[in-house]
């Protein structure tokens, strides 16, 4: 069975931490970190594996911080 | 089977399906987080990208928060005066008239300063694309109130909230405009979510290809946050916005095609 995996990369460094990426993800896959980055801000970081790839975190970011994979895994 | 799968095996080049586009130069965005300038750049050069269009283009820049927007496209652009991109853009068309050309500006440009030129170059039915931000504020010079400004609205000159007795009543600049005949397309849109920021895209996609026949005036308004302005997070500006925002500026197609879109489809919401 073909089955849709997603991926996602954030920069971190470029990450405002506005959050509104959290409310975009239908997976709930992104969650703020407890750490900063250099400029002091909470980025958002993947926090499971249930991203699809639908590109919706990517669209809504102000900062275009996201990158995102997509593939289809062949399973048996 | 698929636990096997290892996130090396997805991040390869061949499986992006969305990364920043390279029309926008790779530094730090100079707005607030959660502004939605942001996302309206990207979606501009993404679709500048899509046509094909981005060594045949040339952009205006307003005066305000998204003066800087020079820094960010990388395509032609050109500073205005505060208010006056409509000139300048009618000027750039007319001598160019095989160029792509766009104006880029916020409500206190547009809507304010430059109520006259945004009217008439309108009247006149340029040929070119306003991109008109309205954020209810004027954000960059620290949240005064603007024409957009909603009634009751706190903003840092209105602290007890605008009063329309003394302050006037909030301009509906789009559709003012939308009524005179040099418009083709008018529509507001918003780019807070994602459908949201799909629509907007396919407002731009039209806007230019519009102007690929010469068609006159494309108008896009989009209904912005600014949570420095309005003191929230962005997060609660967004929902603030769709609470307030929205049904004083209905979002949808105002003018399809040179036609006034009827009343009752223009408020169709979600």
Same mark, same amino acid.
């Given at each position: 069975m073909a089955k849709i995996k997603g991926d996602i990369v954030i920069n971190v460094e470029r990450c405002k931490g506005c959050e509104v990426c959290i409310a975009a993800c239908p997976t709930s896959v992104i969650a703020m970190s407890k750490e900063v980055n250099g400029k002091g801000y909470h980025f958002a970081m993947k926090v499971n594996d249930t991203c699809t790839g639908c590109i919706n975190c990517a669209l809504v970011c102000p900062d275009g911080v996201i990158t995102v994979y997509r593939a289809k895994i062949t399973t048996e | 089977m698929e636990d096997q799968v290892t996130k090396i095996d997805i991040r390869k080049d061949e499986n992006i399906v969305y990364k920043r586009t390279d029309l926008l130069v790779d530094r730090p965005l100079s707005y607030c987080p959660g502004c939605g300038h942001g996302v309206v750049h990207r979606m501009l050069m993404e679709t500048l990208e899509e046509m094909d269009i981005q060594d045949k283009t040339i952009g205006v820049s307003p005066v305000g928060c998204s003066v800087l927007a020079y820094d960010f496209m990388n395509i032609d652009m050109l500073g205005a005066a505060h208010g006056r991109a409509p000139a300048l853009a009618t000027a750039i068309k007319r001598l160019w008239p095989e160029r792509f050309v766009f104006t880029y500006q916020g409500d206190g440009d547009l809507a304010a300063i430059g109520t006259a030129e945004t009217i008439h170059a309108c009247n006149r039915g340029e040929n070119f694309v306003i991109i008109f931000i309205n954020? @209810?504020?004027? @954000?960059?010079?620290? @949240?005064q109130m603007a024409p957009t400004t909603l009634p009751g609205m706190r903003s840092s000159t209105s602290p007890y909230g605008r009063d329309v007795a003394t302050m006037g009543h909030p301009l509906k600049i789009t559709e003012l405009i939308a009524q005179l005949p040099g418009t083709y397309y008018v529509t507001r849109q918003a780019v807070h979510t994602p459908n949201h920021v799909r629509r907007t895209k396919k407002a731009l996609r039209k806007a230019f290809e519009n102007q690929k026949r010469n068609t006159g005036i494309s108008f896009i308004e989009v209904v912005s946050n600014c949570n420095s302005g309005w003191k929230m997070t962005p997060v609660q500006s967004n929902k603030w916005m769709e609470d307030n925002m929205f049904p004083f500026y209905p979002l949808g197609d105002i003018k399809v095609d040179g036609q006034l879109v009827p009343k009752k489809e223009t408020a169709e919401k979600e």
């Open positions: - | 954020n @209810g504020i004027y @954000g960059m010079t620290g @949240g």
